[in-house]
C-alpha cells in the first residue's frame, strides 16, 4: 500500500516518463477559494533533480496554478498508472512560477520542446514523494496527442495570445493577480 519518500527514487523517475498525463493541484490561502485540480499533457515535465520538477505551463481557460503558486507555494503533482501494474504517484511541495525573460527561464527552456502558447514554467521543489496502489484505476488506451492547443495558438498569434491572457490569465477565479498578469500590467 502506500509509501513515503523524501525525494524522487530511479523507480519513481522510470515510472514518471511513462506517463503521458499528470495532474496538478493547488490551493488559495482563503478557504472559501477553489481547490484546483489541473490535467497535463504533451511531453512537457522535466525531472531535474531528486528534490525539483518543472513542467511547461501552456495556455489554458485560466491561470489558478499559477496564482496559487505565488500566493502560497503549496502544489501536488500526481501521477496515475491507466496501462500496466497499478500505481498512483504524488510529489508533494513548494512550487514556483517562471516567466519568460528571466534568468531562470532561459537556463530551463532548453529541456522543453517550445510549444506555441507556452507561457510559464512552474518548478516544484520536492519535499515528500508518496506512492499508492491505485487497485481503483481503470485502465484506459493512449490514443495519441490532441493539435487542438497547438492549432489555436497558432492561429491566435503572439498578439492574440497576449490578449487572451490579459482577459483569462492574468487574475485567477478567486480573484488572486497572476504572475502572468503582472508582468502584462507593466
Not at 500500500?1 to 490551493?27: D, N, S, Y
Not at 519568460?100 to 514554467?121: K, V
Amino acid at each position: 500500500m502506500g509509501k513515503i519518500f523524501p525525494a524522487i527514487m530511479p523507480e519513481h523517475e522510470a515510472f514518471i516518463r511513462k506517463q503521458r498525463l499528470f495532474f496538478v493541484g493547488t490551493a488559495p490561502l482563503a478557504e472559501s477559494g477553489h481547490v484546483n485540480i489541473s490535467p497535463k499533457g504533451y511531453d512537457t515535465f522535466r525531472i531535474l533533480s531528486p528534490n525539483e520538477v518543472a513542467y511547461l505551463d501552456v495556455t489554458g481557460s485560466g491561470n489558478e496554478t499559477s496564482a496559487h503558486v505565488a500566493e502560497n507555494a503549496r502544489i501536488t503533482i500526481m501521477f496515475v498508472a491507466f496501462e500496466g501494474p497499478p500505481q498512483v504517484l504524488r510529489l508533494f511541495g513548494t512550487g514556483t512560477v517562471v516567466m519568460p525573460g528571466t534568468p531562470r527561464w532561459d537556463e530551463l527552456i532548453g529541456q522543453f520542446e517550445l510549444i506555441p502558447g507556452a507561457r510559464q514554467i512552474i518548478c516544484a521543489g520536492v519535499t515528500e514523494v508518496k506512492t499508492s496502489c491505485g487497485y481503483s484505476v481503470p485502465f484506459f488506451d493512449y490514443a495519441g496527442e490532441r493539435d487542438t492547443l497547438r492549432k489555436w495558438a497558432i492561429n491566435k498569434g503572439e498578439q492574440g495570445l497576449t490578449d487572451y491572457w490579459q482577459q483569462k490569465n492574468a487574475v485567477s477565479m478567486d480573484g488572486i493577480v497572476t504572475p502572468l498578469g503582472s508582468r502584462l500590467s507593466e
